[in-house]
Structure formats: structure tokens, C-alpha cells
């Protein structure tokens, strides 16, 4: 029981480059989140996807895009890589979009831009 | 603006003895209180958590405590373990919205 994957672990950017960071759950979760963690700031909501075919922004959208491509698996688009973006980023999941579900989080993956 | 706050970036404790993990919000929205629990290279796990209405949950060694008139939540791990050291997130939650503290750095001594 794998529970939310994430590639890649690690990656390094040039400014202005572009990259998709992916995420798949086999928890047969309705809700995904995409989080970025920074020293200081703890972790802050980039954008979520409360159920297959919706995604709405959180409080740190700009610079990302989403997609909800199927049930399992949402990703993380940087068009155009900014040195602001070096953080710890972290995917999760949930069964439901309710305050009481807990979130279930992959390892990570950590991204330098240069 | 920062909605959840803990505001000791790190705290050592003796094995054996109590650790006492604090956090405030701001925001008298939000309807459940969680505390998740990360070692290096991982995601943060779900440890515990509170709904608005309750003042206190226990489960084994961890308890949090719940002040909603002061905005004020704590975790209390009793007795601590070397196993227990490890950065602790406490998050306040009200449907999709989910924030989270900057975290504590707890270190249990042998």
C-alpha cells in the first residue's frame, strides 16, 4: 500500500525553465492538495482539487498550475521557474473535503532554482 | 497573514518527563484542530486531533487541549521517547482550508 507517491525526490531548475511535479494516491481519495513548505513558514496551500474535475486555488497560487488528471493522480506546473519557488513541496490527499479527514502526505520533492 | 502560529521554533525535553507543544490561531472559523508529526525525508503523519466543540482528546500518550476562547491549542506527550523527536505541525482546518504553523522542533534526551 504505496499511499501518495511523488516524482521526482529532488530536482534543479534555471530560472525561467519549466517542470511538472507529479502525484498519484491509491487511496481511492476524492480530495488532493499541493502544499509548499518553506523554513519559517511551515506549509502553505498552493492549490487543491476537492474532487475529480474540480481545482481551486489556495493561498499561494501564483507561478503554479494544476491538473486533476483522473481520480489518482494530480500535478504541479511551474511554466517559468522563479529562484522564489527553492521549497519543499508536498502532495496530499484525503478521502473527503471535510475539516474532521486528515490529510495523507507524500515524501516530498525537493526543488532548487538557480 | 499567518492564521496558525507556533511560536517556539524548538524544545528539548528529558525522556521520561512531559512535553508540552503550543499553538494559537486567529481565526474562529475553523472547526478542527490537528497535529501532525515529520521526520526528515518524509511527509508529515497525522497524530491527534480536536473538533471546536471539545476541550480536550486523548490518545495514549498524546492529549491536546483546546482553549477556543483564547484561540489556543496545545499537545502534551507524556511520558516522552526518543522516538517522539521530530518537528510537530499543528494545523487548524474548516473544510478545504487547512493552515498550518510554522512547526516545533521537539528533541527527547536519553
Avoid at chain 1, 64 to 88: C, D, G, H, I, M
Avoid at chain 1, 99 to 113: A, E, I, K, Q
Avoid at chain 2, 28 to 57: C, H, Q, R, V
Avoid at chain 2, 78 to 96: E, H, I, K, T
Wanted: a positive charge; glycine letters at 8%.
Amino acid at each position: 500500500n504505496a499511499g501518495v507517491t511523488q516524482t521526482p525526490k529532488f530536482q534543479v531548475l534555471k530560472t525561467g525553465q519549466s517542470m511538472t511535479l507529479q502525484c498519484a494516491q491509491d487511496m481511492n481519495h476524492n480530495s488532493m492538495y499541493w502544499y509548499r513548505q518553506d523554513p519559517g513558514m511551515g506549509l502553505r496551500l498552493i492549490y487543491y482539487s476537492a474532487s475529480e474535475g474540480t481545482t481551486d486555488k489556495g493561498e499561494v497560487p501564483n507561478g503554479y498550475n494544476v491538473s486533476r488528471l483522473n481520480k489518482r493522480e494530480f500535478s504541479l506546473r511551474l511554466e517559468s521557474a522563479a529562484p522564489s519557488q527553492t521549497s519543499v513541496y508536498f502532495c496530499a490527499s484525503r478521502a473527503q473535503g471535510r475539516s474532521n479527514s486528515p490529510l495523507h502526505f507524500g515524501n516530498g520533492t525537493r526543488l532548487t532554482v538557480t | 497573514d499567518q492564521q496558525v502560529k507556533q511560536n517556539s521554533p524548538s524544545l528539548s525535553v528529558q525522556e521520561g518527563r512531559i512535553s508540552i507543544l503550543n499553538c494559537d490561531y486567529t481565526n474562529s472559523m475553523f472547526d478542527y484542530f490537528l497535529w501532525y508529526k515529520k521526520y526528515p525525508a518524509e511527509g508529515p503523519t497525522f497524530l491527534i486531533s480536536i473538533s471546536s466543540i471539545k476541550d480536550k482528546n486523548e490518545d495514549g500518550r498524546f492529549t491536546v487541549f483546546l482553549n477556543k476562547s483564547a484561540k489556543h491549542l496545545s499537545l502534551h506527550i507524556v511520558p516522552s521517547q526518543p522516538g517522539d523527536s521530530a518537528v510537530y505541525f499543528c494545523a487548524a482546518s474548516r473544510d478545504n482550508d487547512m493552515r498550518f504553523g510554522a512547526g516545533t522542533r521537539l528533541t527527547v534526551k536519553p
